[in-house]
């Protein structure tokens, strides 16, 4: 594992326990934000406001039975909140053995721990996602090439994360980057022409962040009380994570970072290819078909194998 991906699941392996008891969506199992957008009334909502647009997403495909793949699934909340709405088979990675562990005792999908950058993911997928997962990515295009070997064609890619606004050069940005480990801190035009590289093209954007609480009581007082703690604090997962969510909350009010759901759909495959390498084989075909992760997508192949837990 590379020593940034090793960094992240150390990160979550000290966490998790503390966010499933702490956080606000800790009982329902849920790491990421509250989005409070227009029509959302309580706590629970709010929580599942994205799920509910990754549902649309996995809706319009039109598959008789998606395959759903949850790319960082922390202890597995999201991705059951959707197999519970959806005729769907799931599969979701996370680097965590302590959130591996946590996900696997729920059952209801195919839990695997991995690196998504690197790791082999489940073919012929039609949606994959990440919610506040790709941010943590050790290798961005990487990322994009293993999640695009592993969606079918004009399948989706969905990534609810934070992305950087400007040139990222202000303390705060250095400090979320530091304290929550994200090595993929990038502007949406960049993470594009990764994504176009890998044969996806964005399909939507949409900006959520004014609907973020931002100004929580307990936000507040951190932030009035951890430049004081902060050259005190030892170099610990918890003290990161403290520093790196302060930080970050600088950001977003400032309009250093965005929160924003995102999509991207694989392109089809030419027509008339039909194997790699042969005479007629395209480099945008060859490239879908042959490479990424290691059990290409559209092979004709009915057995479906599984990444490695
Ligand atoms: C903020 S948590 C979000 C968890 C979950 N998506 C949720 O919304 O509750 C980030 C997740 O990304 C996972 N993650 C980060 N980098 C990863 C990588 N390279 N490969 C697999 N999972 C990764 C972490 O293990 C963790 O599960």
Redesign the pocket.
Known sequence: MPDG?NG??RY?DVNTRTFLARGE?GAD????RAVWAEGVRDRSSAFHFVHELILEQIAALGSSRARVL??????G??LLYLLGRCDGEGFG????GE?YELARKHGGAEWLR????RDPLPPEVDLAY????FV???DARAFFRNVSGALRPRGRLVLVDDFLVGDGTKTPVHDFAWGWHAASLLAPPEVDAMAAESELELVSDRDLTPYLALDRPRDRALALFLPLLRPFLPDTPRARSLVGGNALRICLKRGLVEYRFRVWEKRAQSAGVTECGSASTTISASRGRCSGSSTPPGSGDSSRTSPRP
């Open positions: 991906a992240v699941a979550y969506g199992g849920i790491i990421h949850d790319l960082g699934c922390g202890v909340a999201s990675i996370t680097l965590s959130q991995g690196d998504f950058c990440g919610i506040e997962s943590h990515a050790s």
